[in-house]
């Protein structure tokens, strides 16, 4: 029987968390079923290709300068569509979805989508192009409900919309003693230490000048502690401004951009996230498999993940001030913090495992395609 050839179709491969998602779930996909194949389009963004080559994938750049440029290519992914046979396209955030419903008016070749942020924090152009295009396609999909919800009210589709929750290698993500003793030798962090750490890009979207705020008021209190921001993006210059500022920079630890999350979690005590909006977020999801205690805003989807003091502590969008005293509780508490640990890891083995989330995308593209 002939495989079903997959195209994902995705503006970068960086380590961004829907690009993350990509290598991770073709970990686990039926490859003796599928073939899966992948273009991207800015080749300075490519932290991801060699994880999916090693896996399988067969990875190509159309190189792109800016999304205008990007939308130029679609006769490019229609010869490429054509070359190999291509059964189905499956396209990832919105310039990307752009294009892969131009292909799908051109070639008749289903295409699927996978929104993972929310309609009403994207740009007035996107959301104009979104309400135009977006009937043009097979079906999407919303990370979270709270993303899914978002399309129904802001689009109000014709096409089917339903929500496939992003999902974690559990059997991966698993504390690593060793790989946290290394971390910690590495940059000259005690081994007792409390560690607050968040691994993101630098975006408007993290807002970590709030994150920054909040560890303020936790050095303050407790000077003992230290912070792990781990990677880069466009806001990296004035997170390194308002380090530099706050006079935290024997306190916080920018390492840049890492492709080895694993150690960086394992070194992590307390996961701090102080994002102003989310779809379901790939870190988040990681961090709690590695046993983190998680404090977090209640931006979009995670508050379909963390139980509010169950599994996690939450605080208002902006709220640095209470993310500051609830980082503090478990400082102040190994015990509790230790309670919280267990369950984040307890919460996403239950209820986000990525064997969930592959399965539910197989029969998908199997009642798209039949071979």
């Known amino acids: 029987m002939d495989k079903i050839k997959i195209l994902h179709i995705i503006k970068s491969l960086g380590r961004g968390g829907a690009e993350v998602l990509l290598p991770e779930t073709l970990k686990l996909h039926n490859q003796s079923q599928f073939e899966f194949h992948y273009i991207y389009f800015l080749p300075w963004k490519n932290q991801m290709v060699e994880a999916i080559e090693k896996t399988g994938g067969k990875v190509t750049c159309l190189k792109a300068s800016n999304n205008l440029s990007l939308l130029g290519k679609s006769s490019d992914v229609i010869n490429y569509c054509r070359k190999y046979k291509i059964d189905l396209i499956h396209c990832h955030l919105p310039w990307s979805g752009f294009l892969g419903r131009i292909v799908a008016k051109r070639t008749n070749i289903p295409v699927i989508y996978t929104e993972h942020n929310i309609q009403e924090h994207y740009h007035i ?3 104009t192009l979104n309400k135009f295009s977006f009937n043009f396609q097979a079906l ?4 979270s409900e709270d993303a899914t919800q978002s399309i129904i009210n802001n689009i109000k589709p014709k096409i089917p919309v339903r929500t496939v929750l992003n999902g974690v290698n559990t059997d991966f993500f698993i504390k690593n003693h060793n790989e946290r003793v290394k971390i910690r030798h590495k940059h000259n962090i005690p081994d007792d230490a409390c560690v607050i750490g968040n691994i993101a890009v630098f975006r408007e979207q993290k807002a970590i000048p709030v994150w920054l705020k909040a560890f303020k008021k936790i050095n303050k209190k407790h000077p003992e502690v230290y912070g792990l921001l781990v990677g880069a993006g466009p806001k990296e210059d004035e997170v ?3 380090v530099k500022e706050y006079n935290l920079s024997d306190k916080i630890i920018l390492p840049g951009l890492q492709t080895d999350t694993l150690a960086y979690f394992s070194a992590i005590d307390i996961f701090m996230m102080s994002s102003a909006f989310e779809g379901l977020p ?10 983190c205690a998680v404090v977090s805003t209640k931006a979009g989807g995670v508050v379909e993940v963390v139980e509010n003091e169950i599994s ?3 605080c208002e969008v902006g709220n640095y ?20 640990q267990i369950a984040a890891r307890k ?17 998908i593209y199997n009642s798209f395609v039949k071979k």
């Open 312 to 314: 996690g502590l939450l």
């Open 282 to 291: 790939i870190a988040l999801l990681e961090a709690m498999s590695m046993e």
């Open 347 to 363: 919460r996403v083995v239950n209820n986000f495992s990525l064997k969930r989330m592959v399965d539910e995308l197989e029969d």
């Open 240 to 242: 390194k401004a308002l």
């Open 125 to 127: 152009a996107t959301k």
């Open 321 to 340: 001030g209470c993310l500051a005293a609830k980082a503090s509780e478990l400082i102040e508490d190994p015990e509790k913090r230790k309670d919280y």
């Open 140 to 143: 999407a999909l919303g990370v």
